[in-house]
Nanobody
Framework: QVQLVESGGGLVQAGGSLRLSCAAS????????MSWFRQAPGKERELVAQ???????NYADSVKGRFTISRDNAKSSVYLQMNSLKPEDTAVYYC?????????WGQGTQVTVSS
């Protein structure tokens, strides 16, 4: 069982930045593939970025060059640095851990970007 707690969401103007954090339980954090997803009202949940235990990162085309995912295995945490935010980035952002063929989800944190 993996528990995830996100923080760092909020309201920001277009062009601004936010940093999301996700703290995970579990002794094998370094082996978890970690991801950030988001879900906007009326839309399906979509993958934003993912990072392997070894630190290899991948991004959705819509956030490439603006968002950076990173992890600190010593702190069992994963981060999402979001720069040059746009109104279309407004969504609930979810942290997810994949291990043993299962996904574990955080409760989500709201990010609102005003124009």
């Amino acid at each position: 069982q993996v528990q995830l707690v996100e923080s760092g969401g909020g309201l920001v103007q277009a062009g601004g930045s936010l940093r999301l954090s996700c703290a995970a339980s579990g002794r094998a954090f370094s082996t978890y593939a970690m991801s950030w997803f988001r879900q906007a009202p009326g839309k399906e949940r979509e993958l934003v970025a993912q990072i392997s235990g070894a630190g290899t990162a991948n991004y959705a085309d819509s956030v490439k060059g603006r968002f950076t995912i990173s992890r600190d295995n010593a702190k069992s945490s994963v981060y999402l640095q979001m720069n040059s935010l746009k109104p279309e980035d407004t969504a609930v952002y979810y942290c997810a851990a994949r291990t043993g063929g299962s996904y574990y989800w955080g409760q989500g944190t709201q990010v609102t970007v005003s124009s």
